[in-house]
């Protein structure tokens, strides 16, 4: 949801950007701010900073200090959401975020993305699985996770337009 308190020009009176590095830095001293010091800090594996009492993760508050306008979402390019280089970032649909997943959930028993544990008559199997608009396909059945794995990522590259693996 945009926030219409928040502009680029009060992003940029309050924060100064480091396109290089990604990071931000306090312009002014005020509240918990201290001028020169680097604002925000890790939660839930990307950055946040509060400006004006409320939090906002920093790849958002990037997109807007460079571009003047809050995106429906951003991607991280290479998949690590603490690396908020303005050319690391693009403006990407929901899903085709989602589509650029590059960890499995903790819901995922064996640890690998796409990757299911199946039971077939007492031998142990994995299937690669993956959704393409809400439709869920198998990939194919392996006897490791890693070879689920790899069959997995062939499919990603192939019919998740948003994939940068």
Known sequence: MADHNLTQDLLQSLLIYDKESGDFFWKVTSGGAVKGKKAGYVCK????IRVNKKLYYAHRLAWIYVYGIEP?????????????????????????????????????ACGFLGVETVKLKTKIKYVARIIVKNKRYTLGHAYTPEEAHQIYLEGKRKLHKGCTI
């Open 72 to 108: 429906e979402s951003i991607d991280h390019i290479n998949g690590n959401p603490t690396d908020n280089r303005i050319c690391n970032l693009r403006s990407v649909t929901h899903q085709t975020n989602m589509e650029n997943l590059r960890k499995a959930t903790t819901k995922n």
């Open 45 to 48: 594996r990307h950055i946040q």
